[in-house]
T-cell receptor, first 114, second 114 residues
């Protein structure tokens, strides 16, 4: 069975500091992996996705993530945090042979201090 | 292109009642999925419809049902509401296949059961 684990339910950084949100996955087949962001009272917005092309994936708003098969990880990073990055972030894996079904991690709430 | 539309955005019901939520996907998208989001359980997959057929179903009781119309619009119904059904219900419109679907989330319907 596939699963996703996000390490740290809350992460706090200072404005301008590096953002690192951790995601580990479990999958018996090559996974498709996603990062989503959710702002208060809104739906989820796709930041980036990995679909077995380049292992370093660049997304919107300056975010990127690196797929590391040996570590079964797909951590999300941004070199310099902005106040507008404060939101909840979800890592997800596409369920194998189950159409568009996504399996989500529990989410990480990112706070950005001025 | 218009985004995913969900109606109503907010809803208050009492235990035992039933509720119907509506979703209009992005034009041209034939797949619609539904997720339930709660603080305790996170994002959980309810079901997916493709061309009016249920393609996949999550682990929810039979009180949760859905359907898709020929114009791809979808509805989900919850009968005999329980307090635990209070959640944000997210509709997802997607295009693509083979796990590489690009998913577009609607803003959600926030249901409160009293």
């Amino acid at each position: 069975a596939q699963s996703v684990t996000q390490l740290g339910s809350h992460v706090s950084v200072s404005e301008g500091a590096l953002v690192l949100l951790r995601c580990n996955y479990s999958s018996s087949v090559p996974p498709y992996l996603f990062w989503y962001v959710q702002y208060p009272n809104q739906g989820l917005q796709l930041l980036l996705k990995y679909t077995s092309a380049a292992t370093l994936v660049k997304g919107i708003n300056g975010f990127e993530a690196e797929f590391k098969k040996s570590e079964t990880s797909f951590h999300l990073t941004k070199p310099s945090a902005h106040m507008s990055d404060a939101a909840e972030y979800f890592c997800a894996v596409s369920a194998f042979n189950q159409g568009g079904k996504l399996i989500f991690g529990q989410g990480t709430e990112l706070s950005v201090k001025p | 292109k218009a985004g995913v539309t969900q109606t109503p955005r907010y809803l208050i019901k009492t235990r035992g009642q039933q509720v119907t939520l509506s979703c209009s996907p992005i034009s041209g998208h034939r797949s619609v999925s539904w997720y339930q989001q709660t603080p305790g359980q996170g994002l959980q997959f309810l079901f997916e419809y493709f061309s009016e057929t249920q393609r996949n179903k999550g682990n929810f009781p039979g009180r949760f049902s859905g359907r898709q119309f020929s114009n791809s619009r979808s509805e989900m119904n919850v009968s005999t509401l329980e307090l635990g059904d209070s959640a944000l219900y997210l509709c997802v419109s997607s295009i693509g296949q083979g796990g590489q679907e690009t998913q577009y989330f609607g803003p959600g319907t926030r249901l409160l059961v009293l």
